[in-house]
C-alpha cells in the first residue's frame, strides 16, 4: 500500500498546502509564517529491534516520515552525502555519561557544533527538491547567524552547483574563533557579510528580505530564488529530529533503560529549534518526560514558560554563550501554531503583537498545554562555575552553550527531585570557545588569546586538537564586507549583479 502524503502549511494561515520539497525550497510561507507538517506522524517502530542500528538507517527512518515526496533513493543519497567521513567520529552523535547525565555529543562535524547536524544535509534536499519541481533558477541562501549557523551554513553549501549562500552575523555578538571560521570560509559562491548590530538585528532583515514581494520580483527575474538555512527552514529541522532517536536507543542499547522508560532532555537554545526538534520527536512517540529549555541571561524563553508573556522589550546582554543571545526566538511560533489547537489566525495576532508592541501574551489553555516544559536560566558566574565543576570532578569540557543547560539541569533537579535519567544536549566543541571555557576553569588563562589557547586546553584535557581549528589563525581572511541592516538589500543586490 502506498504510503499518504504528509502536507505543510503556514502558522499563519494562507489555505495552500504543499509537499516537503516545495516547503525546503521556500525557507519561509509567502505570508512570512514557518511550514509545519499539518499532522506530527508517529514512529511505528519496536525500539528493542531497531536499538543497535546506526545513525544513517536511523535518519532514514525517521525523516521518510516527513519527506513523503523523495523516494528511498533520493533520501539515502542526501543521506549518505551528509554523514560521511567529515565527521570526526564513527558514531555521529557519541553519548557521554559524566557527572551521572548524558551528554549526547553533536560536535563532531566540519564546523564543531551542532548545525552540522542538520546543515550537512541540507544542501542536498535542496538540489534534488530543485530537481522535483523542475526550477531552474539558481538558489541563494540567506541565513542570519549567532555564531554556529553561520559556518555550517557556509561550510555545507561552499561550492554546491546551483546555489550562493549569503550569511550575515552580528560583528561584536560571535566568538573569535567563530569569526575567524567564518571570515576565512573558501568557497566561490560563499558571501560572509558583518552587520553592525546583534543577532536579532540580522534575523529581522533577512526575514523582511524574504517578505518583500518587489524585491523578491527583481531577484527572480534575474533567474535567482531565495531560500534559508536557518531552522525556519523545515529540511533543516527535521534532521535534528533524529539525534534525539539515537540518544534513546544508545541508552537502551547499553541497558541505561529499559523499553518505554522515560528520559529528560535539556537543551540549550536561543532561537528554540533545537528543542523543538526534541518536542517533535516527543510527539513521534519517543518517551520523553520533561524537555527542559535551558536560558542564559537573555531568558526571553524561561520568563515565557513561567508567565506565558513572550516579552522582547529588553536590552540584549552579550553573553559567554553567544550563540544564545537572540530575544526572537523564531522556531517558537511552531510551537503556538501546536498548542493552539492549529489556530493559524491566532498565531497571527500573537506574532502581530510581537512585532508592533513587542510581546504578546497565550492564554490559560494554551499555558496548560506548556506542561511538557521546564523553562530556566543560567547566569554567566553559573555557567562558568558549571564548566569549571564539570572538568575538576570528571575532567570532561564542556562549552558555555553546553554549561547553560547543565548548570538550568542542576537547579530543576533541586526544585522537583526528579530522578529521571536525563540527556544534555553538548550543542559546540569547547574549542569554539576557548577563552570563555579555560578562563572559568583557572584564572591564570586570562594572558593567552583565542588562538594561543586551542593547544593549552588540548593538553589539559589531553584530546587533539579538531582539524576544523588546527591551523585557523593562519588562514587568510576572505571575507571582508560590514554593513548597518538597513544596508543589508543593497549588498545582497550588488553579490546578485
Not at 269 to 290: H, P, R, W
Not at 313 to 338: C, F, G, H, K, Y
Not at 415 to 435: L, M, N, R, W, Y
Request: with cysteine; aromatic share 12%; glycine share 6%.
Amino acid at each position: 500500500m502506498q504510503k499518504k502524503n504528509l502536507y505543510y502549511q503556514s502558522t499563519r494561515g494562507g489555505n495552500k498546502k504543499v509537499l516537503s520539497a516545495e516547503a525546503i525550497i521556500k525557507g519561509i510561507a509567502n505570508d512570512g509564517g514557518l511550514f509545519v507538517p499539518i499532522t506530527i506522524p508517529r514512529l511505528n517502530q519496536d525500539f528493542n529491534k531497531i536499538k543497535g542500528i546506526d545513525y544513517k538507517t536511523l535518519a532514514y527512518i525517521v525523516m521518510k516520515e516527513f519527506f513523503t515526496d523523495y523516494h528511498k533513493d533520493e533520501l539515502m543519497y542526501c543521506i549518505n552525502q551528509a554523514y560521511d567521513k567529515k565527521f570526526d567520529t564513527e558514531f555521529i552523535a557519541p553519548l557521554a555519561k559524566k557527572m551521572g547525565v548524558y551528554f549526547l555529543e553533536l560536535f563532531y562535524g566540519p564546523t564543531l557544533a551542532f548545525k552540522d547536524m542538520a546543515l550537512s544535509i541540507l544542501p542536498h534536499f535542496l538540489k534534488k527538491a530543485a530537481q522535483k519541481l523542475k526550477l531552474h533558477k539558481e538558489i541563494v541562501i540567506l541565513t542570519a547567524t549567532s555564531g554556529d549557523t553561520g559556518k555550517a551554513a557556509l561550510q555545507g553549501f561552499a561550492d554546491v552547483e546551483g546555489t550562493k549562500i549569503i550569511v550575515f552575523f552580528p560583528c561584536q555578538g560571535v566568538s573569535k574563533i567563530q569569526e575567524r571560521q567564518m571570515l576565512t570560509q573558501e568557497g566561490e559562491n560563499t558571501f560572509v557579510i558583518g552587520i553592525r548590530g546583534n543577532f536579532d538585528d540580522a534575523q529581522k532583515g533577512v526575514k523582511e528580505i524574504f517578505e518583500d514581494i518587489e524585491f523578491n520580483k527583481k531577484i527572480a527575474e534575474k533567474n535567482y530564488i531565495f531560500s534559508s538555512a536557518n531552522s525556519i527552514n523545515i529540511g533543516r529541522l527535521v534532521p535534528q529530529i533524529v539525534y534525539y532517536f539515537y540518544a534513546y536507543l544508545s541508552m537502551l542499547g547499553r541497558g541505561e533503560i529499559k523499553k518505554g522508560e522515560k528520559i529528560n532532555i535539556a537543551v540549550p537554545t536561543g532561537n528554540f529549534g533545537d528543542i523543538l526538534a526534541a518536542y517533535y520527536a516527543k510527539e513521534m512517540g519517543l518517551s520523553v518526560n520533561k524537555l527542559i529549555c535551558a536560558s542564559n541571561e537573555n531568558k526571553v524563553l524561561a520568563d515565557f514558560f513561567h508567565t506565558g508573556i513572550y516579552d522582547k522589550r529588553r536590552e540584549l546582554v552579550a553573553t559567554i554563550s553567544p550563540s544564545m543571545d537572540i530575544l526572537v526566538s523564531s522556531n517558537l511560533e511552531r510551537l503556538l501554531w501546536d498548542i493552539s489547537d492549529k489556530d493559524a489566525k491566532k498565531v497571527k495576532e500573537l506574532m502581530n503583537s510581537l512585532r508592533n508592541k513587542g510581546f504578546y501574551q497565550i492564554d490559560s489553555v494554551m499555558k496548560g498545554r506548556l506542561k511538557n516544559f521546564y523553562g530556566g536560566f543560567a547566569s554567566q558566574e553559573e555557567c562558568r562555575q558549571s564548566i569549571k565543576e564539570v572538568f575538576d570532578e570528571s575532567k570532561y569540557l564542556i562549552d558555555p552553550h553546553t554549561a547553560v543547560a547543565f548548570s538550568v539541569y542542576k537547579k530543576y533537579v533541586k526544585e522537583t527531585q526528579d530522578k529521571t535519567k536525563t540527556v544534555i544536549v553538548a550543542t559546540a566543541s569547547p574549542f569554539k570557545f576557548t577563552k570563555s571555557v579555560m578562563e572559568s576553569i583557572d584564572n591564570r588563562y586570562k594572558e593567552f588569546d583565542d588562538f594561543e589557547l586551542i593547544k593549552k586546553m588540548s593538553y589539559l584535557a589531553q584530546i587533539p586538537i579538531p582539524k576544523a581549528v588546527r591551523d585557523i589563525k593562519n588562514k587568510p581572511i576572505r571575507h571582508k564586507i560590514v554593513c548597518r541592516k538597513e544596508e543589508m538589500k543593497a549588498k545582497i543586490a550588488e553579490i546578485l549583479k
